[in-house]
Antibody
Framework: QVQLQESGPGLVKPSETLSLTCTVS????????WTWIRQPPGKGLDWIGFIHFTGSTDYNPSLRSRVTMSVDTSKNQFSLKMSSVTAADTAVYYC???????????????WGQGTLVTVSS | EIVLTQSPGTLSLSPGERATLSCRASQSVSSNYLAWYQQKPGQAPRLLIYGASSRATGIPDRFSGSGSGTDFTLSISGLEPEDFAVYHCQQYTTSPRTFGQGTKLEIK
């Protein structure tokens, strides 16, 4: 059974960089796309972007200037960095595997439990 | 960017009733690449429907999706207590892969 676990600071100061890592267990990171999605408290889901195990990426244009994703196949991990954060970036951050593929497009099938990141001084 | 608008924001129904949730797109969702997710408090979303009308693995047949182009519907027949949750639609035809704002299905 594939499991994903987000890790990283739960509190980040405004203007600093948010850094999260997603560790994949029970399966290989190779062969898949991996995604980050966030959910501000009481609000809907916000797609941040995805990364292929080879390192190719696609980011939400609204966040592209601040977001960097990377993958470490040797550790079976992928990561998210978001710079210059503000209170508007406070959210539960989910990592997920884009492993449910049909017709050439893939959806998230396995998700982490989510981690709350609060931006506050 | 394709904007998805879900309605209603909140739907109050009783167990056994039928729920109809709407997701309208600002432009056509090609190949009907529209998905529905269910999310319960404190949990990650769970994929219910993909390709607008196909049920994901293990999803009961009381859940059904329909629609094409810009108008999509998720129907739940014979509501069970465990169906009361928040439902999100997502288009995955173009980047960014946008979500609707969600519909909360609550017990009346």
């Amino acid at each position: 059974q594939v499991q994903l676990q987000e890790s990283g600071p739960g509190l980040v100061k405004p203007s600093e960089t948010l850094s999260l890592t997603c560790t994949v267990s029970g399966g290989s990171i190779s062969g898949y796309f991996w995604t980050w999605i966030r959910q501000p408290p009481g609000k809907g889901l916000d797609w941040i972007g995805f990364i292929h195990f080879t390192g190719s990426t696609d980011y939400n244009p609204s966040l592209r200037s601040r977001v960097t994703m990377s993958v470490d196949t040797s550790k079976n991990q992928f990561s998210l960095k978001m710079s210059s954060v503000t209170a508007a970036d406070t959210a539960v951050y989910y990592c997920a595997r884009l492993g449910f593929c049909s017709g050439g497009a893939c959806l998230a099938d396995y998700w982490g439990q989510g981690t709350l990141v609060t931006v506050s001084s | 960017e394709i904007v998805l608008t879900q309605s209603p924001g909140t739907l109050s129904l009783s167990p056994g009733e039928r729920a109809t949730l709407s997701c309208r797109a600002s432009q056509s969702v090609s190949s009907n690449y529209l998905a529905w997710y269910q999310q319960k408090p404190g949990q990650a979303p769970r994929l219910l429907i993909y390709g607008a009308s196909s049920r994901a693995t293990g999803i009961p047949d009381r859940f059904s999706g329909s629609g094409s182009g810009t108008d999509f519907t998720l129907s739940i027949s014979g509501l069970e207590p465990e169906d009361f949750a928040v439902y999100h639609c997502q288009q995955y035809t173009t980047s960014p892969r946008t979500f609707g704002q969600g519909t909360k299905l609550e017990i009346k």
